[in-house]
């Protein structure tokens, strides 16, 4: 026998069992971003790689070891899937000039790759929902974010998850503070780990963000960045708090708070849960006043945040978030020429008025299509024989309830069933 091709590694499948649960979670998103302000965007899949390297960051996981990066063999473009959204949104922006027009509420979605370690709730191909507001300075904005999360949870049914905020200051604060970081691990440089002794000089910030065990110690003693913060950004913390503390968002600061994306500044942010073991992160963002410019733009201030769609799912479902099928409303059955003929047109009309109608393909007796129509999930099988056709009418069965067999005509038939 041939073999079966699979899928590939950490890439999954979303199959009819849970796309119900995908179609509520995105309609629900629409709603809530159409209902904040927000815009969608649609962006590409695949971006040039420059676009990642510059401003993710060179020396970050993703851009060292992460990227799905390919030459184009058809130009020599050095292209990447796409393995984050913010990028592309700015470069969008800035491509079509949206800027010009004021500043820009965004929102996008859709599949982000990583080449990770798969796990439960770390796949390769992963999806999104990216907000981005570009061109607005005040920690409002940054609270909006959060305050929209807390919003969406409740709609979404989702509870037991904690808010973590923090601080990266300035530019300035933190080159004074990586010096002092330095200065310190220096000091400890025995009890460093491979890869803390790798990022000592290029990003020692991430050593912090380090999960062994070992480390914790030397983590714990480190200088906090919050302690080197400038006056504007401890002031623009402040007020973000103050907003949270005004909109009943229960937060803790998280002085440690890393992200392992290069272009933050100021506040950053994530959203976790216990409920989900290792990869308990639904959601993360923070404000990015440097990246308009770096990719290539006149400087304009920005902050934004991504969902994870596939741990949000599953933590919904954790906290027992119900979301029924949607079954059709009848399943026609059907036998006879004049019969078939007439079933065709039954379904036409019946959809028309907004039912949902599942027309009974192949042969089969009579009572092996109403196995079908009742393994369907419908709520009633229409019958149709030669009988009804030649009268225009239908037989409508009630399959998920003791109750008689009615027959009327097809153009009465659609207000019945809606009552029914
Ligand atoms: P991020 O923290 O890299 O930020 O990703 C955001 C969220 O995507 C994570 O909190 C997590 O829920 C989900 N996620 C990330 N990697 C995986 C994976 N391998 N499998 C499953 N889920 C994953 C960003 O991507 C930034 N662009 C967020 C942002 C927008 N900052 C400002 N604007």
Redesign the pocket.
Known sequence: MTRLIQAVRGMNDILPEQAHHWEFFEQTVREWMAACGYRSIRLPIVEQTDLFVRSIGAVTDIVEKEMYTFLDHLNGDSLTLRP???ASCVRAALEHNLLYAGPQRLYYSGP?F?H?RPQK????Q?H?V?V?ALGYTGPDIDAEHIVMCAGLWDKLGIADVRLEIGTLGSVESRTLHRARLIHYLQQHLGKLDDDAHRRLHSNPLRILDSKNPGMQQIIDGAPRLLDDLDEDSLKHFEELQRVLRNQGIAFEINPRLV???DYYNRTVF?WITDRLGA?G??????R?DGLVEQIGGKPAPA??????V??LLALMLECGKDIPHAVADVYVVHQGEAATGFAWEAVRHLRAEGLKAILHCGDGSFKAQMKKADASGARFAVIIGDDEAHAAEISIKPLREAAEQVRVGLAEAADLLKQI
């Open positions: 984050e959204g913010t982000m990583r990770e709730g770390r796949y390769r992963f999104q990216g981005e992200r392992g994306l994530e990869q992160t639904v959601c993360a963002g923070g990015y902050c934004g945040f991504a969902m994870g596939e741990r």
